[in-house]
């Protein structure tokens, strides 16, 4: 963790996509398409291109207008590209672990985006590595790309279905060949990945929100195990693996990906809201104002809203231009945490019952913080109220929470979390009214382990072995490391 992660939320891995044109600039449209995936990642960025003949890329740290001036577009020449947008939860966060991943194969040159995380990348490794294999980086994605090199030369199809035979874990994936783009998700569907049209072309993103911004039509999510190969004959869906037990990530519904996104043919935005609605039933309570904590909370506290009849009202404003900073904060900054991000509107808070909205618990430190700037406002009584059902247990599919002893939900139960975060009260979306809230799919069809602990694609125990580690944690979880600096996502 660098000195400026110590946000409180959960994050996301890697953003992903993947652009066709008959003939044209493809690199810039994966350069609009990836300003689209920033909020997927934002430690590093990279796209590759092919010409029909060979694949150059190019790739850096930090934000996607940080990484691509227009030099490096230009660059930058052919009418294929792969894009990707990093935070990384394997590998530490340098250089040689950004993506695109380059790799040498019988088809020529290749690159290869990935969104997840593989759980027996340490076994593959070995493995390859027994077998002749070097790494250049520490990631799993590698390991991902490398398995699908050494299969190259029985085609496309047969690659993948092989990488989705021995790789466990959540993956969704972009490659790009001098002569082919190629996309895939795992045999649970853990990651989301959408194809769709782009003019006469093609284009594959994680999510649709992508699309719109350089023109692109969204047509449908691939299938959990499915591929789709794009070449100059057009766009073709393969089965690669069988579907696996598992579904979604429900929390790309609750948070990560974009409101404006759709996924199981859902408006995310939508979905929020109908979040707070029955978070509202769930989790009645008299107050006078329904305030969101921005931006993420607002959907939800509208939802909460409009069922309980308690007026919505904004209780603080963000600040747009805090976000990751390569500047070292200093003591003054680190206890001012919260406060960095988030003003309150005191005058919409004093004297008030507030029902606090926001979308989940993983510390709660950040809750912690924002309830007592709600009292410090002049708030009578504080409810909190979350979209996420408690999370008790680690992610292993990709996305960075905390290992179970720092998890606020696996520490405490709701009476000690409610006297640890401060608030009036606390209630929390059942996982059955989440589910309900996203579509008409049943529990089978997501993802819910970092909830209810039942894992869909085993994990293997040198990832438990860490992450359930029964130690207490160490000091007061509310305190702010040196180094750290609180702050929500941007
Ligand atoms: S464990 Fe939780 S965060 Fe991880 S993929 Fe499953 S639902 Fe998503």
């Not at 109220?385 to 999370?391: C, K």
């Amino acid at each position: 963790m660098t000195p400026f992660e110590c946000d409180d939320r959960p994050k996301e891995e890697c953003g992903v996509l993947g652009i066709y044109l008959p003939e044209g600039d493809a690199a810039r449209s994966a350069f609009f398409g990836l300003f689209a995936l920033q909020h997927r990642g934002q430690e590093s960025a990279g796209i590759a291109v092919s010409d029909g003949s060979r694949v150059r890329y190019h790739k850096d740290m930090g934000l996607v207008s940080q990484v691509f001036t227009p030099e490096a577009l230009a660059s930058l020449k052919g009418n294929m590209a792969i894009g990707h947008t990093r935070y990384s939860t394997t590998g530490a966060s340098v250089l040689r672990n950004a993506q695109p991943v380059f790799c040498q194969s019988v088809v020529g040159e290749i690159a290869v985006a990935h969104n997840g995380n593989v759980i027996n990348a340490q076994e593959l490794r070995k493995e390859m590595e027994a077998n002749g294999e070097h790494f250049d980086s520490t990631s799993d994605s590698e390991i991902l790309a490398r398995m699908l090199v050494r299969h190259l030369d029985r085609g496309p199809e047969a690659a993948v279905s092989e990488v989705m035979r021995r790789v466990r874990g959540a993956y969704s994936v972009t490659v790009v060949t001098p002569k082919l783009l190629i996309g895939f998700r795992d045999p649970s569907g853990i990651r989301p990945l959408t194809a769709g049209r782009l003019g006469e072309g093609y284009m594959i993103a994680s999510e649709t929100c992508a699309f719109g911004p350089v023109g692109g039509v969204p047509e449908r999510e691939l299938e959990a195990g499915e591929m789709v190969i794009v070449d100059k004959t057009g766009m073709r869906f393969a089965r690669g693996h069988e579907k696996e037990p598992g579904g979604m990530c429900l929390f790309e519904f609750i948070y990560f990906a974009r409101p404006d996104s759709t996924m199981h043919g859902t408006l995310l935005y939508s979905a929020r809201e109908r979040m707070g609605e029955n978070l509202a039933l769930e989790h009645p309570v008299e107050a006078d104002i329904v305030v969101p904590v921005p931006d993420s909370g607002i959907p939800a506290a509208l939802g909460y809203s409009r069922v309980s009849g308690i007026p919505f009202r904004e209780g603080m404003t963000k600040s747009r231009y805090i976000h990751r900073t390569f500047i070292a904060p200093d003591q003054r900054m680190r206890e001012m945490g919260v406060r960095m991000k988030l003003t309150p509107l005191v005058e919409h808070l004093a004297g008030q019952r507030v029902i606090l909205v926001d979308d989940s618990i993983v510390r709660g430190t950040t809750t912690k913080q924002i309830v007592k700037l709600m009292f410090e406002s002049g708030a009578k009584e504080v409810h909190v109220r979350i979209t996420a059902p408690p999370i008790e247990f680690p992610c292993f599919y990709g996305i960075d929470m905390a290992s179970r002893n720092e998890l606020a939900a696996a520490r405490m139960n709701l009476k000690e979390l409610e006297a640890y975060i401060g608030c009036t009260s606390l209630g929390y979306l059942s996982i059955e009214g989440a589910v309900k809230s996203v579509g008409t799919r049943g529990k089978e069809n997501f993802c819910l382990a970092c909830f209810n602990g039942k894992y869909p694609i085993p994990v293997p125990e040198n990832l438990t072995k860490d992450a359930f580690d029964t130690a207490p944690p160490s000091g007061d979880a509310s305190a702010i490391a040196p180094g750290q600096l609180v702050l929500l996502d941007s």
